[in-house]
């Protein structure tokens, strides 16, 4: 799943997003409102960890924009403010969860696996599946044909976007940006290298095949093959 963390704090928003990596989420980092409302209205996101207090656009405005775009991403709060009165401000504008600083982190990871099971829309079920590969999102496991295929983080993180966006072209640029938490460089071959890992454990031993070359464009996960070179 991706998480969208808003943190002006350098210190904080580097804990979170490594806390969080190695809890299994895929994490994008913004650290300012500027950036944070844009990446929110503008991305998908299974969930936003949002500071309040942020230099630029604060973060009842981003929520509040959030709400206003339609989109009903759980949000949770992150703030030093501990008032009934900030607290309740918060939830009315569309805030899901509320967490004072400073905070423990496994409080923290047990608020986010909360709101995420509490979600009903389709992408936050705990299983996708397409043709016979299934994948476990709470245990970060990926089976074809019932069979256990072992994959690092990066990998499943990589699998779980393709599955989600089923029939899509993703661009390497935007596979970089949501798995890596990177700007694509045109130079390196990381995320074709990526693909072919992953490919050679999901695909070389079954059919259908899944994940599809696009030529120029990118690559996309689909039981069709009629646009496809390889």
């Not at 503008?42 to 981003?62: H, N, Q, Y």
């Not at 389709?122 to 397409?130: F, G, H, K, W, Y």
Request: proline share 3%; net charge negative; with cysteine.
């Amino acid at each position: 799943m991706r998480l969208l963390v808003v943190e002006d704090d350098r210190k904080t928003g580097d804990y979170l997003r490594q806390g969080l990596a190695e809890a299994g989420f895929t994490v994008a980092l913004a650290r300012n409102g500027l950036d944070g409302h844009h990446l929110a209205v503008s991305e998908r996101f299974d969930l936003v960890i949002m500071d309040v207090m942020l230099p630029d656009v604060d973060g009842l405005s981003i929520v509040r924009a959030i709400r206003d775009a339609g989109r009903q991403v759980p949000v949770l709060f992150l703030t030093a403010r501990d008032s009934v009165e900030d607290r309740v401000q918060g939830l009315e504008l569309g805030a899901d969860d509320y967490l004072v600083k400073p905070f423990a982190f496994a409080e923290l990871l047990a608020r986010v696996r909360t709101l995420l099971r509490r979600g009903t829309a389709p992408v936050l079920a705990d299983r996708l599946e397409i043709a016979d590969l299934c994948l476990d999102l709470p245990r970060r496991r990926a089976s074809r044909g019932g069979k256990r295929i072992a994959l690092s983080q990066k990998e499943f993180a990589l699998l779980e976007l393709l599955v989600r966006r089923q029939g899509e072209v993703l661009p390497r640029s935007l596979i970089a940006s949501q798995v890596w938490d990177m700007n694509f460089d045109s130079d390196t071959n990381v995320i074709d290298v990526a693909i072919r890992r992953l490919r050679a454990k999901i695909d070389d031993d079954y059919q259908p095949k899944l994940i599809h070359t696009v030529r120029g464009m990118g690559y996309r996960l689909d039981v069709e093959q009629d646009d496809v070179t390889d």
